[in-house]
Every structure is written in C-alpha cells, then in structure tokens.
C-alpha cells in the first residue's frame, strides 16, 4: 500500500490536468494528507476559505481521484493545519536595540502548559524509567489507569518536565480533553483571591471543569489548611468522574509535613512513582542530548569527565554544560579537558562532610534520647537502633570508614559497624517504619 | 443583473471592498470584486483569502443576478465622481454597463463560478460596539511586528479578564496593552488578529458606530453587523506570556506634559544618528531631564525638557520612533515615564488613564 504522502501527490498530478492552473495553484498549494482513520482520509489546508471552497467545489473530484488511487477510501474530510511559516533568512536590520526578553515566555493561556517540555526531549535511564513507564500507562488511558499519579524526587530531577509532557503529550493525542497544569501556589493564590472577591464558587467551577489537573510542588501545601480542604473536595471530585489527576513532590506524600491523613492517603491511593537522581550512564545519555540539540560535537573524553564530576542534580548539570557551550561557542574552536575542569570546578560540589558529633546529636534528638546512650555501650532496644542508624547515616551518605565510626562512637569493633550498617540495609527493604524515619532524618541533614 | 441606486450608497462599499480584494494572486477572479443582486439588496463580495467582506445595500432592483467585475476598475470609476446621482447597473452577455453621471461605461466581466464563498463562523460570540473595537485596536496595533516570520508577535492579541478587554501587540521591541472596559463578563482564551488584518478592520469599522457581533473559532473570525459581514483568518499560535516582563518596581520616574515632550523630542531627533538614537538624561537631585542627540555628520543637540522627578539619575538610549509611537494612543496631557536603570524596559503611561501601557526596551551602547 502506498503511503499518504505518495498518494496525495499521485492524486495532485491529477487534479492538476483537470483543473485550470490558476485554480490548482490557489486552491491546492500547501495542502497534505494529514491522517487516515478508518478511510477517512483528512486533507490539511492552510485556512477557512481554502476549507469552504474544496469542501463546496472540489469534494466531488478529490474524493474520485483519491478513490482511483486506493481502494480503502471512503470519504474525505478537510481540516485547518497550522501552516509553516516560510524559512525566511531574517532581514539582519543594524540595530542597537535589545529585544524584550519574550523568547522563553511562549506559554499556552488556556492549559499553562509549556510546549519546550515534551517527551522528544526526555532523557530515559534506569533512575527514571518506572516514572516513565507510568507515565505512558496515563497516556494511554487517562483517568483510569493510575489516578492518581504521584511523583517525587529531589529538585532539579525532571519532575516539571516530565508532568508538562505528560500533559503537552494528552494534549496532542486528545485535543478535546482539557488540561489545566497550576503550581500548588497558584491553586492557593487562587482560592485566596476567590475568597476576597466572594467568588469561591466561580473557583470551584473553574477547576471542575477540566478533564485532567496537573499540580506541581505538592509540597508547599503543608500547613494551608484551608487550600487542603479545597483541594480535598476537587480531588474527590475530579477522582470520582475518573479524570486524572497528576501531582508532583519533592517528597512522598507521607513525608510531607503538615498533610492532613485523609489527603495522604488519597494521594497515596492511585500510583506513587519516585524519580532518584541519575547515574552515571544517564548523566552521558543527558549530556549527549542537550549538545545534540545545540549541534555541537564534543570530545567523548569531556563528556565522560563532565558526567563523572557533575553527580545528582539534572538542573546543575544543565548550567555547568550550558557555560561549557557558551565557552567553546565563543571561542570558536574546541575546547579541552583541561579548559573544562577550571570551567565548572565552581560547581562541583564537595564531597558531603559533616561532624560525626552533629550526626550523632541529630539522630539522637530525632529519636528523643540522650547524645551520650549512643556512645554507652547500652544494650536498651531503642538505643540499640538509633545508634545502628546513625552508623549506617555515617557509612551510606558521608562515606566514613568503618573503623573511624567504630573509634568514634565510643571504640567500638569495626565489624560491630559492618554488622550494624547491613543489618539497617537490610531492615530498609522490609520495614516501611525504618524506611521513613531514615528519610525523614536525611532530610534534616540538607 | 439589472440595478438602479444613488452613487453615494453605493461608492463607499465598492471603495472599501475593493482594497481587500487580492492582488498579486494567482487566481485572477481574487482581484475582482463580485456582485450579487438578489431580491432588494445588493451584496458587494470582496476576499484575498485572508479577510473576506459582504458589504449589503438596498438598491433597487429590476433584474437579479451575480457578476464579477475587475475591483479596480470599478473603485476608479467612483472615486472620481462627487455629485450625489443616480447609477445603473446591467450586465449584458459578459459585459457590465455602467451609466454615471454622463458617463457610460461597458466594463468586461469575469466568470463568477469561481468566486469563493466566504466561511461562516461558529463559536464563542460576544457583543462590543464598533468604536471600542477600533479603539482598542489603534491603541495598540502599530507595535505589532510587520514581517511574518514570527506570526504570533505579527499580529494584535486580543484577550478577556474580568469585564475588560485587553488588546496587546509587540514586534519585541516594544509593546503596547490596552485595556477596554466592557459591559460583559466574557469567558474563551483570546485570539490573533493578524497585523494586515487590524489594519483592515479599522479601515472599515472606524467609520461605523453600531454594535457589532464578533464571533470566534481556532482559525477564523467574524464581525458582524446588520448590512456588513467580515471575516478574517486569525494565527494559530501562543502569544507570549508578556505580563513577566512588565517590570515590577521602579527606580526613577518622570512626570511630563506630553505636547512639550513630542516638541523636544522632534528637536532632538534631527541631530539623531541614523539609528535613530536618543540619550535621555535624568538627574532628580539637580532637577534635569535633559534629551540629547549626536550624530557625527550633523552635530548635536541638548533639549531641557521640565518635567517632575523621582528617585535615582539614570541615563538611557532609545529609538526616537519606539517613543513617540506611543503618543498616537495617548489622550492625556500628561505622561509618566518610569524606568528601572538603562537595561530594563521602561514603561510609558498616561497620567489619570489606567488602560494603557506602552513598554519599550533601551538600546545599548
């Protein structure tokens, strides 16, 4: 079978020997077969009148010389595309004038959508590959296939980025559905305003009325707990007629301070997807598609260097290579690993280092018993486990030596250390509890 | 087609309904402006397949029928007859006879089965007065880019808040929002009126004072009025969301009488350089708001301008044009110009007048 493009133009070549040639040139410049559905066939037009008039004049002939062409055609229907502008080299006018800074500001009114974020763009790794999966599933089935979804992770990870591209994505796949993207600040700014106009109920309509909510930064929510309610009531409405709903966090929800326990839940309810900052592989993959989309062609040597040094933070990454770029631009050449590392030694960030006394004092406060029972050689229950965690605290996120921990917390064996951080280890995979208190206790360290 | 009317009913619609007709197009029948005669009224037809008109007069008729007729010829013809007399129409095999004044005419026609219909609109409809409409529009309209690479920023935002109606156009340089109040509170998400269009229209409406019925889809609008029916494409893209780069706060702010500013504005402007460069100079301490010029082949020029100040001594570049272009829209005497240092856009507005704002950017040297 021949394919849209092909047939159009067969079809083209015919109706142009049938037709004068100034009508051909009028009427069926920039036309193309946009999509086939069942033998419908939808010809792309670049405005209305082009519409009225092939719809009025000219159905009878396109629709024989398509049918002529291909046997599984049915009907034709005509609809408005967006017409490319020309590639036009600009006119380079001398000017001194600045331009207001709008390049980055092209955001839809209706949706609040961003169109730069898309999942073109979206670099997938094994840090982020379940939340995209995810993803995908709403895609494919808004509503009903985990609502609702939640994601989390640190800052900078690509939550914005993938929820806005979960919504352009819907957009483009279900042009009728509407979708709102607001900011939890936003929400509340709202609902503050429509109660000092009076107006909360032209609010509460404004947010029912949209097929699918996206709110990102979940977290600010803590402590407004007017807004919770309202945003209680919007979910169980917008949950009950099976519209999505997508929220984004830099925590899980039962680590959000402040939430109320009936939000918890029902945040916890659809689909809880965590995005962990990138390894080493993605990092490369990152920084490939970031110099592919400025066309630029980089030593493998810089980016493995620039991938090793720069961990965590995708938004970071992004700047240090963004001045890498702007670099090696303005030099016009080349650049070196050397040149490289004096660029973003800046940004590096130095290995986490902290005082084992601080770490200590933490956890001890956080578990309300006294500094010095971790450093005692108590046996009691509860001590027995702060001290434990803190030695896996030690060990996991500042990278001490087993047998400085052991000297420090009172001349312990190092093996006692070894033996304490795989047993916490192993205690995190089954005991949700632990699980929580560990993160809830990294968090005071950030 | 056989039809009798006074010249003066008829002279201004075949005027105006001949500048939209198509030139340069490939289909010859889009330079011609159609005619149909049909129960009591005359509808005039004119479309380049951007904007399309049906101008609707009573004429008398004695013979319906359509032709299609060259749009300049027929304007020609007119324009150069004053009196107010009568005119006949009739078309005979496929000519049009045309008797006005003394004179007698017999202008060929074209084919009409290939005049395209105009598109009707369905969608949002809301109700403004003509006046408001080409208001709004002439506010703002001539900051709107002229070249169609980026046709968002070619073209006039039109959008609702609340009960008023807001009109935006930028070309990047500088922008103009103007702000019209209205007695409805209207709900859809704003559209793009392209920039040859807004000329069009405001042609065309300033010189009608009725309500109108503009009605609104993805591509194409329409205004509608009892005996007039216009309908022009509009851009299918995003505008910029322009409110982030309204500045917030301001460091120096100069208060003005307009017509004393335009003076010394055109004063400074011929020692301009060929950019168009002109440095304001603002010192509240020593009470200074000085313009100066340079332009190495002409010489250079220093106008004091009295004004009353706020704030820090600042001192900034700009296009001469980018400022006085905002004056067309003010109708105070008076102005307020607050600028926040000489790289962050400065903001012109009218004192005692809340619905206008016109941004320009400083240039930088």
Known sequence: MINNKELWENALVDIETSISRANFNTWFKNTSITKEDSGTLYVGVPNEFVKDWLQNKFHKLILKTLMSHSDNIRCVEYIIVKHEPVQKTALKTPTNNKELPLADLYINKEDNLNPKYTFNSFVVGPFNELAYAVAQAVIENPGTSYNPLFIYGGTGLGKTHMTQAIGNTIKAKYPNKKIFYVSLERFSIDYVNSLQNKTPNSFKEKYRKYDMIIMDDIQFISGKDKTQEELFHLFNTLYESNRQIIFSSDKHPNLIHGLEERLQSRFASGMTVQITEPDYESRIAIIRAKLESSNLVVDPEIISYLASSLEGNIRELEGSLNAVIMQSQLKNKGISVNEVRQLIKNNIKAKKTVAIKDVVKTIADYYEINESDIYDKTRRKEIVRARQVVMYILREDFNVSYPLIGQKLGGKDHTTVIHSYLKIKKDLQTDQLLVQEVEKIRMMFK | ?365
């Open chain 2, 1 to 365: 087609m056989k039809i009798e009317c006074t010249t003066n009913k008829i002279k201004n619609a075949i005027i105006q309904a001949e500048r939209i007709t198509g030139k340069n197009l490939t289909l010859p029948v889009l330079g011609s402006i159609l005619l149909i005669a049909n129960q009591k009224l005359l509808t005039i037809r004119a479309t380049n397949l951007s904007i399309g008109v049906d101008i609707k007069i009573p004429v008398k008729i004695k013979e319906e029928g359509i032709v299609a007729i060259r749009g300049d010829i027929l304007s020609n013809l007119f324009s150069n007859t004053t009196k107010d007399n009568i005119v006949t129409f009739e078309s005979v095999d496929n000519t049009l006879h045309v008797t006005l004044d003394n004179n007698k005419s017999v202008i060929k026609t074209i084919p009409h089965e290939d005049y395209p219909t105009l598109p009707i609109v369905s969608g949002n409809e809301f109700v403004i007065s003509s006046k408001k409409l080409t208001e709004g529009l002439k506010s703002v309209y001539y900051s709107a880019s002229i070249s169609d690479i980026k046709p968002e920023i070619g073209s006039v935002y039109i959008y609702p808040e609340d009960d008023n109606l807001f009109f935006v156009a930028t070309d990047s340089f500088r922008l103009a929002e103007k702000k019209i109040k209205l007695k409805q509170h209207l709900d859809f998400s704003g559209f793009l009126l392209p920039y040859k269009n807004v000329v069009e229209i405001i042609k065309i409406f300033d010189n009608i004072n009725e309500d109108i019925t503009i009605t609104i889809n993805k591509n194409q609008a329409s205004i509608t009025t009892p005996n007039l029916y216009f309908t022009t494409r509009l851009v299918d893209a995003v505008f910029p969301d322009y409110k982030q780069i309204i500045p917030k706060e301001y460091t120096t702010t100069a208060t003005i009488l307009k017509q004393d500013f335009i003076n010394s504005l055109k004063i400074s402007n011929i020692f301009s350089d060929k950019f168009n460069q002109i440095t304001i100079k603002i010192d509240p301490n020593k009470k200074v708001f000085e313009l100066l010029s340079k332009n190495n082949d002409i010489g250079e020029n220093t106008t004091n301008v009295q004004t009353a100040l706020t704030g820090e001594g600042v001192e900034v570049n700009f296009n001469y044009k980018y400022i006085t272009d905002a004056f067309q829209s003010i109708n105070t005497d008076s102005i307020t110009i607050f600028l926040y240092g000489n790289t962050k856009p400065t903001v012109i507005k009218p004192v005692g007048d809340n619905t206008f704002m016109y941004l320009v950017m400083p240039m930088h040297r």
